[in-house]
């Protein structure tokens, strides 16, 4: 037995509830139990019971012992003092022992169906990936779908203290706070501290100030990034590199040191070199893309606008004086909507809750729609028990109910778990 699934019968009142007497020998009747307390105190806030005919008001506590009070310490916090109930499990002190003749002791170990703790206790030492799997082909569709659109809004809340913090440091600029997290998704898990570095050294500013110059934009980017080289003899690389020495003078840039940049075991459509490439042109097309993906209502028209083609110079290399067989470096799909989960959606989202504009969460929430579902093992998982997303917001909602809820065995959470627990046939 534990507390959480005390707590969770206490909530959802799951107990017996008619003539029930307290340990000291008092009739109670449970008016109102109460609010369950997240922080630090009482386990339910404002519970209101009837003890021989007098009505109280006050806070409940839960415990699986009665000896719990102790062992906490609650006897010596003043955060304790209005408990109008203790709720225990089981009693395991005498009324000589317990010194707790003033609150009432309600033991309930007898006032509930032992099969829901049974079925509780199954997920809890389940095996499998997902620990209601056998069952959850029981639970209604409409409740499924209600509770993938909450899990798809915690999982973007949860990204907010990241977000808001980079928001913060780039001095409240939404502009630069899209930015760097476009970056960072550009450089994806080899290169991530590569891009983020970039980002801090290189201002978004300042390549707006040359968004119509496609070969300054990318002279800042390749420049900043430490990859422009005096002895490069091509035409395109040497008039890069005397482009960012004037830039890095005007704007009194440092470069980051290169060694960062990883190019073994990836494929050359990977390469730092191409991704910057493809960012460059991201900005030359389309200036200051926080105001185009705030003002485009459209969210396959935001998707169709991150799929650019890199310059000329391009077609023909992965990396700066080394020539590849011709092929237009177009920025694949695949990337693109790891840009609009990762990045785009979840500060367009942040944004909408920071500024008050619900339309704008939304908007967040219907370009997920439109990018197709993911594929990773834990979707995998997903569409053999019978749950098959239809588009990323389905897919991002399901790998947070697996991580959130499923692998930390938080049943007493979540709506598909709470609906099989409480289901008639256990």
């Not at 029930?20 to 209101?48: M, R, Y």
């Not at 709720?87 to 317990?98: A, I, M, P, R």
Request: overall charge positive.
């Amino acid at each position: 037995m534990n507390e959480h699934f005390l707590q969770y019968i206490w909530k959802n009142k799951l107990i017996q509830t008619q003539d029930i007497l307290t340990l000291q020998g008092h009739k109670i009747f449970i008016e109102d139990f109460g609010i369950q307390n997240n922080d630090a105190g009482p386990d339910f806030l404002n519970s209101i019971i009837e003890m021989d005919g007098i009505r109280w008001a006050g806070n409940v506590e839960i415990h699986v012992n009665t000896s719990d009070w102790y062992k906490h310490n609650h006897h010596k916090d003043d955060k304790y003092r209005n408990i109008i109930l203790h709720v225990v499990y089981e009693n395991d002190l005498t009324e000589k022992e317990s010194v707790l003749s003033q609150i009432p002791v309600l033991e309930i170990k007898n006032l509930f169906d032992k099969k829901l703790y049974h079925k509780y206790r199954s997920f809890l030492i389940s095996k499998n990936r997902v620990p209601c799997q056998s069952d959850i082909d029981k639970t209604e569709g409409i409740l499924i779908t209600s509770w993938l659109n909450r899990l798809l809004a915690e999982r973007l809340e949860r990204k907010t203290d990241e977000i808001y913090h980079y928001y913060k440091y780039f001095n409240n600029d939404w502009s630069e706070t899209l930015y760097y997290f476009m970056c960072k998704n550009f450089g994806f898990k080899k290169n991530g501290i590569g891009f983020e570095m970039l980002a801090k050294s290189l201002p978004y500013k300042i390549l707006m100030k040359h968004k119509d110059r496609l070969l300054q934009i990318e002279a800042l980017l390749f420049g900043q990034a430490g990859m422009l080289k005096e002895s490069y003899t091509g035409p395109y690389p040497k008039e890069l590199y005397d482009e960012y020495n004037f830039l890095r003078k005007k704007y009194e840039l440092k470069q980051i040191n290169n060694t960062l940049w990883k190019f073994a075991r990836l494929r050359p459509p990977n390469f730092p070199t191409i991704r910057l490439a493809q960012l460059a042109q991201i900005v030359h097309l389309h200036g200051n893309v926080w105001d185009m993906i705030i003002n485009d209502e459209n969210p396959v028209s935001i998707k169709e606008k991150f799929s650019v083609i890199s310059s000329q110079y391009w077609n023909n290399h992965y990396m700066f004086e080394k020539e590849s067989p011709g092929k237009p470096k177009k920025l694949g799909e695949s990337c693109i909507e790891n840009i609009l989960i990762n990045t785009v959606a979840p500060v367009m989202f942040i944004y909408g809750k920071h500024a008050l504009k619900p339309s704008l969460c939304e908007k967040a929430l219907n370009l997920l729609s439109v990018v197709k579902p993911e594929k990773n093992s834990i979707i995998s998982n997903w569409e053999k028990i019978g749950l098959k997303p239809a588009n990323a917001a389905d897919t991002q909602a399901l790998i947070e109910l697996k991580k959130s809820y499923c692998t930390p065995r938080k049943c007493l959470q979540c709506a598909i778990g709470n609906a099989l627990l409480k289901e008639k046939t256990y």
